[in-house]
């Protein structure tokens, strides 16, 4: 029998049934959407779910709202670009902009503030009231204290309300902002230079004059887009180019054995000055010359600032990078080199820097700089004897007799013979005779020294000359060698004559040091500045 109280608890029988509504397709067909059925039978519904895009596809339909190409910049082509989606989220920040742009308090005191995000809404009335008593000091230019919250609320009030100023008068607000906190709040740099970059690109703007060399030179290194703040291409002497095209080397001179406290003067005087000049003389930074990479670049405007959905673009940027041109890079690192090799030969200091990959013309254009603002160092005379001091001193020169190779190998047989019977001494005693004279041993044939190969000092033989001829002969075939067929070949007789290549070079260099001032061999080779004095010491010696 079955129980009707049962049913009692069937509740799906007892409440009422929902009426079912036909899902509805999605407006129009997307040809690239994907069909899905849900159910099966009669009861199935069918749906075309759209394929979703990613954002950078969604950025590639965006609407182009202007473009134009800046004339004499780096950057050579900029196109602006409408935001592909519309928000409403900073819609109150923009009417409170509105209402408190012409807003003035005229005595208030700091009360500290703090947001990731300033906005109006976020600050109680004495904060309020600071703001826009510390707003009205900072148009006038007073700097008063302030914190990064009030900076930034500023800046956004500068980026989005298009329509209460004109676009000159918002940038040179900007900047004034910048360059009165920047050394206080050091992010300036790098968010307003950024906001600084987009605010011009989007107004059609050129790099502001109001920011001085030294903050744009700061900005260059914080910045990514750092060709926009270069004002003119052609124009050698713009602060900003020329510091553009310092930082643009892979050598720097600040690590140079030669740059220090006594030479940091000289070096921070010339050196740069004498590069843009070569520049001058020789090739114009443009494209083509020398060739510059072309470089597209696509960047969200005020990227990190509080911007509204109207403000919000996107900015696409054609532009000539000095630091991706690579043949551009290593000229602009070898006239640094050339430069600090003029220094150097300025301020006597030997060993210098290898720029083969320099044209003469750049070459010539540096030694002209240089032979102008830096002539060469050059020593004292040594003050002239009175005649009276000749007469004094010449009593006690020795007699000028010349040199005589013969008479230095006698003398040189009978030091030798002289060091023998000294260190024999001790037995020569013991050994008596029968007239009671001490016997000297039998006189051995003497070592040869290298005196015939030697070469009188005279005055007209250069410095190269007489260290050729100073040379012992195991050396002086070292560097003949070295000098004809290269350092290859005199390790090659070393290693046959059983000597060591370190200890001949070092023995040619202490002597080159001594008698022509600088050494000749670096890295097995001679150097370049003086393969060719060699070359004629060692013809004079033959």
């Not at 010539?364 to 007469?391: G, Q, T």
Request: one cysteine or more; charged letters at 30%; proline letters at 4%.
């Amino acid at each position: 029998m079955n129980d009707d109280r049962d049913d009692f608890w069937d509740l799906p029988e007892i409440t009422p049934k929902k009426r079912t509504r036909p899902a509805n397709a999605p407006y129009g067909h997307a040809t690239d959407a994907a069909e899905v059925s849900f159910g099966s039978g009669n009861g199935s519904s069918k749906y075309l779910i759209p394929r979703q895009r990613n954002s950078l596809e969604r950025e590639k339909h965006s609407e182009v709202l202007f473009e134009y190409s800046p004339e004499n910049s780096l950057i050579l082509h900029v196109k602006i670009c409408r935001w592909p989606t519309d928000y409403s989220y900073y819609n109150r920040f923009l009417q409170d902009a509105h209402k408190y742009y012409h807003v003035k308090c005229e005595s208030a005191e700091f009360v500290p503030f703090f947001s990731y995000l300033p906005q109006y809404n976020q600050m109680n009335i004495d904060q309020l009231r600071y703001y826009l008593y510390w707003r009205m000091q900072v148009s006038r230019g007073n700097y008063i204290k302030t914190d990064y919250s009030y900076i930034f609320l500023y800046a956004y009030e500068l980026i989005n309300l298009e329509d209460v100023s004109l676009p000159e008068r918002r940038l040179s607000a900007l900047c004034s902002l910048l360059s009165g906190y920047r050394h206080q709040f050091k992010s300036l740099d790098r968010y307003l230079g950024e906001w600084i970059c987009d605010f011009c690109l989007i107004h059609r703007l050129p790099p502001p004059d109001e920011l001085s060399d030294d903050t744009v030179s700061d900005l260059m290194t914080v910045v990514n887009l750092r060709e926009f703040y270069v004002k003119d291409r052609n124009d050698i002497h713009d602060a900003a180019l020329r510091d553009f095209i310092i930082r643009n080397n892979s050598y720097k001179y600040e690590n140079s054995t030669a740059y220090g406290e006594k030479t940091r003067g000289v070096f921070e005087k010339h050196l740069i000055n004498s590069v843009i000049y070569t520049l001058e003389k020789t090739e114009n930074i443009k494209d083509g010359e020398p060739e510059l990479s072309k470089t597209v670049v696509s960047r969200t405007a005020y990227n990190g600032a509080l911007c509204v959905s109207e403000t919000k673009c996107r900015i696409d940027a054609e532009y000539l990078s000095l630091n991706r041109s690579y043949r551009f890079r290593g000229m602009i690192t070898s006239l640094v080199k050339c430069a600090e090799n003029n220094i150097r030969a300025a301020l006597d200091i030997k060993n210098r820097l290898s720029t083969s990959n320099l044209s003469a013309e750049a070459t010539d254009a540096m030694k002209e700089y240089y032979s102008v603002n830096l002539p060469p160092f050059s020593k004292k005379p040594a003050a002239r004897k009175s005649d009276d001091d000749d007469i004094k001193y010449a009593l006690y020169e020795a007699e000028s007799t010349g040199f005589d190779p013969s008479a230095a190998a006698r003398l040189e047989e009978h030091s030798w013979e002289l060091t023998r019977r000294l260190v024999d001494g001790a037995a020569m005693v013991d050994e008596v005779n029968r007239n009671g004279v001490a016997e000297e041993p039998a006189a051995k044939e003497p070592e040869r020294a290298y005196a015939d190969t030697q070469t009188a000092g005279d005055e007209s033989k250069t410095p190269f000359e007489t260290l050729c001829g100073s040379l012992p002969p195991h050396a002086l075939e070292f560097l003949r060698i070295t000098a004809e067929e290269g350092g290859g070949a005199a390790l090659r007789f070393c290693r046959e004559n059983g000597l060591m290549a370190d200890a001949v070079i070092s023995d040619i260099n202490d002597l080159s040091y001594e008698i022509t001032g600088d050494v000749i061999i670096e890295n097995n080779e001679i150097a370049e500045d003086y393969k060719c004095d060699v070359f004629v010491a060692l013809n004079a010696v033959k």
